[in-house]
């Protein structure tokens, strides 16, 4: 049974940091491709990045230079570090792994950020 579990969430004040992080088991972290996504209220779920099994990264362009994806194979798991946060970057985070066989979901960490 695979299952993602994310951590690191909470609530900062515009400026700061957070890392999120999500843990990977159940299946082979390391030949999976790993994204965060996000969802605020009332919008739809977005992709915040992604880091492919050779390292490749993308961001969307409102985190482009102020979050960083990264991945640990030997902990399965992949981070979020991000910095400068913004108040529209309040959302429930989701990790997600794409598999040739399926995708999978976290159950979602909240990041709030006030102003």
């Known amino acids: 049974q695979v299952q993602l579990v994310e951590s690191g969430g909470g609530s900062v004040q515009a400026g700061g940091s957070l890392r999120l992080s999500c843990t990977v088991s159940?299946?082979?972290?390391?030949?999976?491709?790993m994204g965060w996504y996000r969802q605020a209220p009332g919008k739809q779920r977005e992709l915040v990045a992604y880091?492919?099994?050779?390292?490749?990264?993308r961001y969307a362009d409102s985190v482009k230079g102020r979050f960083t994806i990264s991945r640990d194979n030997a902990k399965n798991t992949v981070y979020l570090q991000m910095s400068s946060l913004k108040y529209e970057d309040t959302a429930v985070y989701y990790c997600?792994?794409?598999?040739?066989?399926?995708?999978?979901w976290g159950q979602g960490t909240q990041v709030t950020v006030s102003l």
């Open positions: 997600k792994l794409e598999k040739t066989y399926g995708t999978f």
């Open positions: 880091i492919t099994t050779g390292g490749s990264r």
């Open positions: 159940g299946t082979s972290f390391s030949v999976a491709t």
